[in-house]
């Protein structure tokens, strides 16, 4: 007996939400995307991000919009059309849809008639999801990662200490805030179970980026200065010592996160000359720790990477080559967990692994659909609604669906 897929409806572009979004294809549920219509006179039409990259698939598939949206269906509705509107209703009814999702501006939430008054008044079991720059309180407030980055205190926190201001590499709140979706709707989903009564979730990126500093903010109330908070390149600023040094033939980082750690360290014959009195707790190595640095990278620097983290690890010593992004994928346990899609024209394309391993993922061999071409399931989707053939013509020369 065939078990019934959940059914996610998203008005979704750049990343947080795709990626959201995402995970719940790695859990097999349905997800169909909903792209507007094409504006005159915009050369590009869609999700922005669809153009942004290298050329991967025709003219709206770059290399930027394929990973977060492979296993997806794309529809181009205009939702600000009142027939497109009453297009999008009946979708939701006719597919059983158990999810609606947008991160258009809150703003604009009401003139698109996808504001959760009215899609839970006509869909009282839908569970509505809102993602924006700063939640439903802020409805005008556009944002993008780097700009919460730096509105949060995370570029304050990340660089070189006598450097400027620097963002993370990896796009982290974008990415925190789509987690949230993930874990927000299953929870909604898990609340409708016992009340049969969908919910409005309210995202905000600045929120979802401020509740992962739980190792600065409160310091601060607790006696930290906030330069001792602030930016410090590498180095941790509890744990002495934490930091990347320099070997003969790269970098090798290096983390002590307690004293027995240390104290493990210094009886390896490399590191015996670090074992000095004023080194034997972690608050007397933070009070000498620009000395510690400096003779720890001396000791580093005369031997190759492989010799240091051969060191390391006989006294389970946490540490890691800093492996450059090219090699990343073919790491066992990344290659080993990977997903892939395949391009039109053949190429396989690996993706990052699942946060954990799905048995969905695995029945399909971990591989994906490629992400969809713009639109490309519009009259499928519009079918199976009931709409057919000579309506669907109708609404393609009202600019209502594309």
Same mark, same amino acid.
């Given at each position: 007996m065939s078990t019934r897929r959940p059914v996610v409806f998203s008005l979704e572009q750049a990343l947080s939400l795709p990626y959201g979004t995402l995970r719940f294809v790695h859990l097999g549920w349905r997800v169909i995307r909903i792209e507007?219509?094409? %504006? +005159?006179? !915009?050369?590009?039409? @869609?999700d922005p991000n669809r153009h942004i990259g290298r050329q991967v698939?025709?003219?709206?598939?770059?290399s930027y919009f394929v990973a977060p949206n492979v296993g997806k269906e794309a529809i181009a509705?205009? =939702?600000?059309?009142?027939? @497109?509107?009453? *297009? $999008?209703?009946? $979708?939701?009814r006719q597919l059983d849809a158990d999810v609606f999702c947008t991160n258009t501006m809150p703003a604009h939430h009401r003139a698109l008639g996808i504001d959760h008054s009215t899609m839970l008044e006509r869909h009282p079991e839908l569970i509505w999801c809102s993602v924006s720059a700063m939640g439903l309180d802020h409805p005008d407030v556009p944002g993008y990662d780097p700009v919460i980055q730096a509105m949060c205190g995370f570029m304050d926190l990340t660089g070189d200490r006598s450097g400027p201001p620097?963002?993370?590499? +990896?796009?982290?709140?974008?990415?925190?805030? @789509?987690?949230?979706?993930?874990?927000? %709707? =299953?929870?909604?989903? $898990?609340?409708?179970?016992?009340?049969?009564? @969908?919910?409005? *979730?309210?995202i905000s990126l600045a929120c979802a980026a401020a509740s992962w500093l739980h190792t600065f903010t409160p310091l601060l109330d607790m006696g930290s200065p906030p330069e001792e908070l602030r930016r410090n390149g590498n180095r941790h600023r509890q744990f002495i010592p934490v930091d990347s040094y320099p070997t003969a033939d790269g970098f090798i980082y290096l983390a002590i996160g307690s004293d027995?750690?240390?104290? !493990?360290?210094?009886?390896v014959p490399m590191f015996a000359s670090l074992d000095e009195e004023r080194?034997?707790?972690?608050?007397?190595?933070?009070?000498?720790?620009?000395? $510690?640095?400096? &003779? *720890?990278?001396?000791i580093t620097s005369r031997h190759p990477s492989a010799r240091v983290a051969a060191a390391l690890e006989d006294v389970a010593i946490p540490h890691s080559p800093i492996t450059p992004i090219e090699r990343v994928a073919d790491?066992?346990?990344?290659?080993?967990?990977? =997903?892939?899609? *395949?391009? +039109?024209?053949? !190429?396989? %394309?690996? &993706?990052? +692994?699942?946060? %954990?391993?799905?048995?969905?993922?695995?029945?399909?061999? !971990?591989? &994906?659909?490629?992400?969809p071409a713009y639109g490309e399931h519009t009259d499928a989707v519009l079918g199976e609604a009931g709409i057919g053939n000579a309506e669907i013509g109708e609404l393609r020369r009202e600019g209502v669906v594309a």
């Open positions: 507007p219509t094409p %504006v +005159p006179g !915009r050369q590009s039409w @869609g698939a025709g003219e709206d598939r770059h509705l205009n =939702l600000k059309s009142p027939r @497109g509107r009453e *297009i $999008l209703h009946r $979708l939701l620097t963002q993370c590499g +990896p796009p982290v709140t974008d990415l925190k805030a @789509g987690d949230e979706v993930f874990a927000q %709707v =299953l929870a909604a989903m $898990l609340e409708r179970h016992t009340t049969g009564r @969908g919910t409005a *979730i309210d027995a750690q240390w104290h !493990r360290l210094v009886k080194f034997t707790t972690n608050e007397r190595r933070r009070a000498h720790q620009d000395d $510690l640095h400096e &003779l *720890i990278a001396a790491m066992t346990f990344v290659r080993n967990a990977a =997903l892939r899609t *395949i391009a +039109p024209d053949g !190429r396989v %394309v690996r &993706l990052p +692994p699942s946060a %954990v391993r799905v048995p969905h993922l695995e029945e399909l061999g !971990r591989t &994906l659909p490629f992400a």
